[in-house]
Every structure is written in structure tokens, then in C-alpha cells.
């Protein structure tokens, strides 16, 4: 069996090129577009105080820090039950 309409793949080859040469056409000389991003200025100054810690939170921490070192932090189950209990209804 032999196949002679095989002009319809031209065609859409054909297309596909008049698409990209006008995309290129539009972005100028520049080639293809880039992605690009912009940061809010409320986002940016989230993101900057989001690693400031007051002097009382640093005392806190290290606190903490040294109570789990030394193994006398004390966790109490009631408090966490009473806190996971909602979530479980």
C-alpha cells in the first residue's frame, strides 16, 4: 500500500515555523523570553525580620537548648493531649 498525501506534515511543520518566526519577530533581537520575578516590599520586609530574634527570645532558646542537653526537660503529656484532643474529634 502506498501513501501519497504526505504534504499535510509540511503543512503543519510549515505552520509551526510562520508561529515561531513571529514570536521571534515580536521579542526582537533579544531571542526568547526569560522568566521573570518581583518581590513585594511587604514581602521583602517579611522575609528580613523573619531571622530577628528579640534578646528575650535568644535567652529562651538557649534555655532550652541547654535543659534538653542535660536531659531535665520535662515534657507534660497532659498539656499535648489537651491540645491534640480537638484536632482528633
Known amino acids: 500500500m502506498k ?3 504526505n504534504g499535510r506534515i509540511g503543512a503543519v511543520n510549515s505552520y509551526k515555523k510562520t508561529g515561531d518566526a513571529s514570536y521571534t519577530q515580536a521579542l526582537g ?3 526568547k523570553a526569560k522568566d521573570q ?3 513585594s516590599a511587604e514581602a521583602k520586609e517579611l522575609l528580613g ?3 530577628i530574634r528579640t ?3 535568644s ?3 538557649e ?5 534538653v542537653a542535660s ?3 520535662h515534657v507534660d503529656a497532659g498539656k499535648i493531649a489537651a491540645k491534640l484532643l480537638p484536632y482528633l474529634k
Open 3 to 5: 501513501i501519497n498525501d
Open 29 to 31: 533581537k533579544k531571542g
Open 37 to 39: 520575578v518581583e518581590i
Open 49 to 51: 525580620a523573619q531571622g
Open 55 to 57: 534578646e528575650e527570645q
Open 59 to 61: 535567652v529562651r532558646i
Open 63 to 67: 534555655q532550652l537548648k541547654s535543659s
Open 71 to 73: 536531659g531535665t526537660y
